[in-house]
């Protein structure tokens, strides 16, 4: 592909880098340590590939201050080589250009509102009163209900569905096979038969939100279900009915938050971790993988459960006595039991 | 909105319940406790809610009878408040209207069989075979295979995929993206690859069921995998090849369930919690949120496995022991080792 | 239906087994022992089932040499029944003809290549330059993005989505909503708010891989995500961004392997398990549901963490007991502590 190249000297001043080498050398890709030649950018930031600098062909890496001093190759020097990363790798990425226009064969209700400068897939319904905003973008075979609105420069992947009442902010991004707004996991049991509680509530994204593939997040049942601005979510995540995400949270694929729960800003859930419903974790609590939050947590900090990976014969030996647990407790000298 | 409204003894006497204070006020709306006007009616069931009462400007409250003496407002008494609301939500609930007909866009076969009382949305596949009942909706962008059946008033959100012998009771609701009758996982290892066992059987699916978004349940591999009346399923769950679920079972979100396994009836199944496969759960067995079940239940009550949560430190602290722990309980003192 | 029959001399000259029994005996089907009938083949693998075999009314029975010792009808004797049931089934599965062509309905970009014996569904988006090879099978609702390619034989289900530079190999199977191709979960955080990583690598599937209904593959960050040959995934799994799993390497439903890490060759990974980013597994490794693999593993063989199910008033009792286990181990006497 014909892509732009710059020089080490013009990507430090742009992005407020200091060069450390060659000044003048170009690159016109970015790459890893390992797969990178001359023409490309890579970076060092994993102390666990310090080892890949020494071999690397890479025509410039980025990289921390002390890093740079044994490399003899040209460094770009950042305080955080993965966000300094992040804003260059951004330079060579081929960004899909919007189409404005509606693909003929779209299916939009004569009451929905479609900016003329948004771009609307093949095979995409769209149901009455949902207004899609300019720059937005809706990705082939999604289906979007009623009462939904997509905010500007919003893009929604392939095979998406908002089923009804979802708002999006604006720059929010989701994708493929999504599906927000369907109803939440509300029943009642009344004799001997599940009665289904109508969920009349809907979902509301704040702006600068990603949602990932394949991930669920159910309407609320009387009000919304809320993520604030800038909250991320991996794959395969389940979010139940009037949960509640605070600004800046981040969550790993597979985990899930039950309904009612309040999850605090600038918190980080782990993959597969779970929370239980109708509990709150403030700001800044961090869950570790495959952890279960059982309580509220009043205080910021890493939270973890679960048991460390054994091979299994050990395994064995320490699960059976985990259900003696109690009994080997109260065999303890009877003296110290008081302590 | 123009919503009808409803006076508390309106409602009292339709759904038999018993009026505390004022008779002849009227509601237009359902909202939580915090959340309500004074023509909203709101309910209180769980009692960590219960300090929302007195604040809340609810026209009515539904609530037991014990909540009700120290309330000042207007309540309508149940003994199951939960229950209660859900079917006076329904009054409120505005339901999307069925428009019978089939969209110009849908590809169905012709020896489909489509009634004339059945909505098909947009750009909606139907293959050979396959029946589809009285007062059924099937969503827009759903795909169903061959040989496939829809009971009457069921209904199939968008994105929704039946792959083939999928077999539908009645009022049964299946959320966006879920896969239905998809190839269960049957491997033989042979010569050091893998063999694929085919999957001929179907899914049987029950009166009254509901299967969350983005949910998979595998055909059988010969006889169907089935899902007596009136089970629940929340999203993202995974049902495998020929397992057989109780009726009035309901599992919540996340969880799954491995090939060949039988879950009986009225069994609660937490969020994220595993059943190995091949296993026989008795009816009326609650498994607590990410349990993982590893032997076949007998008795009916609540099963668990995991650890508490804990903060981080504690936790590493914890986990190292549990690698010990037999080496710890053999170093309890000797002569009550035998106790 | 009208099947072909075929007698048990036939059966076992075709697949190399012995017949013990009347080698003239037909059968049209497969089923299992509870409800074969008499012109049905079913197998016995699992010693688990092996009181099934009595009261079969199965025509031919496949099983291992002492199992036939007692039992009085006909018998196809394999050393691994499962295998060779595989094989057998694979004669009496109705298998879908290809029909090539592409449905009217199909949106296809003038620089995509579909082969003339490809088949593709109703409402199929297909992007630029993307190939489809010979033989392959794009089910209906399919969205294909821009840069992909199809291996000959392939086939994918309903809804499924490639979002962008997804290479298949030959014979690969991805069962409906599954979603390969979209971003990796790359973020880093830059003056309080998340910053994107741009995504720019691809997917590589290699031959003879299945993919599970829902499964999500996230493409990589810039090299790759890579499957080599035979890898199978069954539904509702999560594979991280620039993730390599070896060959022949299998992974129950609800697994999760997040971004970096290298599974090795022939790896078992039980449902529900996860392991963290960055790792590395060598072959042969299987983990035991719902464990989490939290360090590198270097040695074939089983892992596991997690405790056993327990009636949960034990468990209560064990889990407290466990937060404890630190101050509980020192209590240990003093003289033993050292040994």
Not at 112 to 139: E, L, M, N, P, Y
Not at 154 to 182: F, M, P
Not at 312 to 331: E, G, I
């Amino acid at each position: 592909m014909d892509r732009p190249s710059f020089s080490a000297v013009e990507l430090a001043e742009r992005f407020g880098l200091v060069v450390c080498g060659d000044a003048d050398i170009r690159v016109a890709n970015v790459s890893t340590l390992v797969s990178a030649g001359e023409s490309d950018l890579a970076f060092l930031a994993n102390p666990r590939y310090r080892s890949q600098l020494a071999s690397s062909s890479a025509g410039i890496v980025v990289m921390r201050a002390e890093d740079a001093d044994a490399y003899g190759g040209t460094a770009l020097i950042a305080d955080d080589p993965y966000a300094a990363f992040a804003r260059l790798a951004a330079l060579f990425a081929p960004r899909a250009e919007i189409v404005p226009g509606i693909h003929p064969s779209a299916a939009i209700e004569s009451s929905a509102q479609v900016h003329a400068d948004a771009q609307v897939g093949a095979f995409v319904s769209i149901g009455d009163r949902t207004v899609v905003g300019a720059g937005a973008v809706i990705g082939a075979g999604c289906v979007i209900g009623e009462d939904c609105s997509i905010g500007e420069d919003s893009e929604l992947g392939a095979n998406v569905t908002l089923v009804t009442r979802v708002r999006l902010g604006k720059r929010v991004l989701i994708h493929a096979g999504a599906v927000l707004g369907a109803d939440g996991f509300g029943l009642a049991m009344e004799g001997g038969r599940w009665l289904k509680v109508p969920q009349l509530g809907g979902v509301t994204v704040g702006d600068d939100c990603e949602i990932g593939a394949n991930t669920t997040i159910d309407r609320g049942a009387l009000d919304d279900t809320v993520l604030e601005d800038d909250v991320r979510l991996d794959n395969q995540i389940q979010i139940g009915h009037n949960v509640h995400i605070g600004a800046h949270t981040a969550m790993a694929g597979c985990s899930a938050v039950a309904g009612s729960a309040r999850i605090g800003r600038y918190c980080l859930i782990g993959g597969g971790a779970g929370v239980l419903g109708h509990l709150e974790l403030c700001d800044r609590v961090v869950v570790t993988a495959m952890s279960l939050v059982t309580h509220s947590i009043r205080d910021p900090g890493e939270y973890s459960s679960g048991t460390p990976l054994m091979d299994n014969r050990s395994w064995r030996k320490s699960a059976a006595r985990f259900k003696q647990l109690d009994t080997l407790a109260r065999r303890l000298p009877a003296d110290k039991e008081s302590e």
